[in-house]
């Protein structure tokens, strides 16, 4: 998938011109690329079009215009997008009470070992985490995650049934990938 450029972001005021019906867009992608896992999992497919659109925001938000901070925060962005081969997420450990908060984290270590994308009866691929976003004795509730397929894992994804699985010691869940999903996802593939 290509990476992101200076040319594919436009300026602010542009960017308030068509920010309503961009937002709008990428919500309704967002629901094709969003697989939730259970009540405290969740996972949104990242492509080029939800990158630039965070870029966007990021832009908007923190009333950037500098060209070389601009550029950083396409590099820092472009992360999210996947090579080839690759499913790229933003995985989320979503945690309603926050009055415990560090506490119900701590209870996710170790995850970074349990998530896989399984296709058909006997095939999956681990979840490989963004390193530093998980220590010994703290996690982010924001995670970066890449599944690297082999060409056989993409026929199996195109063929078979497929599922998220969270298989960690204190949380198990498993999400069936819709019809709607798998094709974003196959098309992300190529």
């Known amino acids: 998938m290509e990476k992101v450029t200076l ?23 967002k629901k094709r690329r969003r697989v939730s896992v ?21 832009l908007r938000a923190e009333s950037i215009r500098d060209l070389d901070k601009i550029r950083e925060e396409i590099d820092v962005y472009n992360e999210l997008i996947p090579g ?15 009055t415990n908060l ?16 399984c296709m058909g009866a ?18 982010s509730a924001v995670q970066y995650v890449t599944f690297d397929l082999t060409p056989d894992d993409v026929d199996a994804l195109r063929e078979a ?5 969270v298989d960690h ?5 498993e999400a069936v990938l819709g019809e709607a999903t798998k094709a974003e996802l196959l098309r992300d593939l190529g």
């Open 38 to 58: 259970g009540d405290k999992v969740s996972l949104v497919f990242e492509n080029r079009a939800t990158v630039i659109f965070q870029i966007q925001e990021m």
């Open 84 to 98: 080839a081969g690759e499913l790229r997420a933003t995985l989320f450990l979503e945690i309603e009470d926050q």
């Open 161 to 165: 049934d497929a599922r998220i699985v």
């Open 7 to 29: 040319n594919d972001i436009v300026g602010a005021s542009a960017y308030e011109q068509k920010r309503d019906a961009f937002r709008r867009e990428i919500i309704d992608l």
């Open 102 to 117: 560090r506490e119900a984290l701590l209870e996710f270590l170790g995850i970074d070992e349990r998530v896989f994308l």
């Open 169 to 173: 010691e204190n949380y198990h869940a």
């Open 122 to 139: 006997g095939r999956s691929v681990r979840a490989g985490f963004e390193e530093g976003r998980s220590k010994e004795d703290k996690i």
